[in-house]
DNA sequence: TAGTGGTACTAAGTTATACAAAGTAGCATG
DNA sequence: CATGCTACTTTGTATAACTTAGTACCACTA
């Protein structure tokens, strides 16, 4: 799917608090995540600006782990404020993708 | 429902084409369509700056009619150009909805 | 007739977010 | 020692919604 961006404005952001709040994770295993759930366009930059963001705003704790495999990662994990901010983030796209939902109904009535 | 504002980027444009899709208008009632529509703190300079966004990609046809109101108004219908780029919006937001909806489906699962 | 309120459009400047592009660096394999 | 995958960082750009303020038409009324 093409130029999705504008679309993604606030979406990802939540889907990164989604997937930090399943389990504790890092910016690389994000991102292929995130290519895995259908945001195949999403690359780095975008997730690691959304991260120092989540961290700047105090909603991730971060702990640094070496790898097997290459540089040491940082992993994150959602504290409670960081909770709060995902239901808030459910709680909001329920509603517009509700009044989108009620708006393409009404269209082909 | 507070501080949607992200989340309506690409989406109030959207909204927009499928108002003036409906039916032939202008502005000021779009504004009170979508606030009716439940975004309700949508303001007029949110709208008008859609509207000549949309007129500056030839996505509609540009109507001036008197009001018996008060200024005379612009009335707004699609092209050609803009109901294709109504059914791209639909599209993707199809798209991303399901994403998000798959998302938040397997996170209680 | 001055004031208020609803109708209707315009325009300048701010902010937030995704994206593009480039770079640094560790490690394994051939 | 070059390539490729892993992993993080940084700088800059584009876009869209929002804020704020203003212009202007009209009807009603105190």
């Not at 399943?22 to 600006?49: A, H, M, P, Q, W």
């Not at 105090?58 to 709060?84: T, W």
């Amino acid at each position: 799917m093409e130029n999705l961006t504008e679309l993604l404005k606030g979406v990802l952001e939540g889907c990164v608090l989604e997937i930090i709040g399943r389990k504790e994770t890092y910016g690389y295993e994000i991102v292929k995540t995130l290519n895995s759930l259908g945001f195949e366009d999403v690359v780095e930059g975008t997730v690691y600006t959304i991260l120092i963001r989540l961290e700047k705003n105090k909603l991730v704790d971060i702990e640094k782990k070496p790898s097997e495999k290459g540089p040491p990662r940082k992993f994150y994990s959602l504290n409670e404020a960081g909770r709060h901010e995902l239901s808030l983030f459910w709680e909001k796209w329920g509603y517009v993708s509700s009044r989108l939902a009620q708006l393409k109904e009404d269209s082909h009535v």
